[in-house]
């Protein structure tokens, strides 16, 4: 039995179209308005939920300077962890209108929690899933007690190795969570597409036996779209409206229109596998008829032996199928027959 899950009343897995997630991140650049504005936009592309990121500066790091918590390089270089979640973190404050509006909007919300008070915050606004990010894949304590909630979860895979795979999935089945889903990641901001290796996700379904998708962080859809054909049942990426805005994840993240591409190319991809069908199929009906087949290129008289210049195989097909063509050679015309008429069995004696 193929692996499924249900967040908010949708069905997750292989036998369903790709559920697609918009990461509104920190995109919001510190504004409420703009937070509301991505969910809006999120609908409108017809991604099936918007997902935010729960934590402070202080739930998720230290307010140091050290040179362990400055970070060297990449899009934050010069920054100190505290200054970046600082900039980035979604205020607590703004989680119940966000909640709201995706509800106005019909479409699903949820988090990542970084700790135990954020799960409780998303608690008390019903969330209907979690997220664990990939660097928190790690963090063991949170794992169960996102579990403990009974909520469906969706763990993401950067940077952990199989065995820590194993020990995330362990802890929330521990935990008490009945419903799991884990994401191929690649947790490079932004993450070349060489290196996804999504031939991992075939792998990750057939070792872990869980519903698995992508949390894509490459420039485009490409990755993403590809990600069904192996078997990817839920789609991340990161949401904003402008990918000039300047803030912390905006670069690599897709605007409404990619979005919207990204939704319909995956669902595409996902309908176009299908399953093993060598029937003929309905939109090549029509033209069987056109195939190649057996016709007479000269008239013949009832008694004349078949030759190879009396027979041809062209289009179209309401002749005899061309495998017939050496079989026919050398047999008597049971009856007339005319120049470009088609060859049938009732011919030939």
């Known amino acids: 039995m193929k692996p499924k899950i249900t967040i908010a009343g949708r069905d997750i897995g292989n036998d369903f179209p790709p559920y697609v997630i918009a990461e509104l991140s920190a995109n919001h650049n510190g504004r ?34 050290s040179e362990e918590f400055q970070i060297h390089g990449g899009l934050w270089d010069g920054k100190t962890l505290y200054q970046l979640y600082q900039e980035a973190q979604m205020p607590w404050e703004w989680h119940k209108a966000l909640f709201d509006r995706a509800h106005e909007q019909g479409i699903t919300i949820f988090s990542s929690p970084f700790d135990s008070t954020a799960v409780d915050l998303l608690e008390g606004l019903n969330a209907p899933a ?25 763990i993401s895979t950067g940077m952990a190795d199989a065995q820590e795979i194993e020990e995330a999935i362990e802890a929330a089945r521990d935990g008490g969570c009945k419903e799991l889903a884990i994401l191929h990641c690649v947790s490079g901001y932004p993450a070349p597409p060489e290196d996804y290796n999504l031939r991992t996700i075939s792998d990750k379904i057939s ?31 990161h949401f904003t409206l402008n990918r000039s805005g300047g803030g912390p994840d905006d670069s690599f993240s897709l605007e409404p229109p990619e979005m919207k591409a990204l939704c319909s190319g995956a669902r595409t991809a996902w309908e176009a596998l299908g399953q093993v069908d060598y029937g003929r199929k ?59 008429e088609p060859v049938n069995l009732a011919c030939f004696g």
Do not use: W
């Not at 504005?37 to 202080?58: H, M, P, R, S, V």
């Open 207 to 237: 070792r872990f036996g869980l519903v698995t998708g992508l949390s894509d962080h490459t420039l485009d859809n490409t990755t993403a779209i590809t990600s069904v054909a192996l078997g990817a049942s839920i789609i991340e990426k």
């Open 282 to 340: 309905s939109s090549e009906l029509g033209n069987v008829k056109f195939r190649r087949s057996l016709y007479f290129v000269k008239a013949g008289k009832k008694g004349d032996i078949i030759t190879s210049d009396m027979i041809r195989s062209v289009r179209p097909g309401y002749g005899l199928a061309p495998k017939y063509l050496n079989i026919l050679l050398g047999r008597t015309l049971k009856e007339d027959v005319n120049e470009f």
């Open 32 to 65: 409420l308005e703009t937070a509301l504005q991505i969910i809006n936009e999120a609908k409108k592309a017809g991604a099936d939920a918007i997902k935010l990121q729960t934590y402070t500066a202080d739930t998720i790091t230290l307010r140091c300077d």
């Open 130 to 154: 979690y997220k664990i990010a990939s660097f928190e894949a790690v963090d063991i304590p949170l794992i169960k007690y996102v579990a403990s909630t009974g909520k469906p979860m969706i």
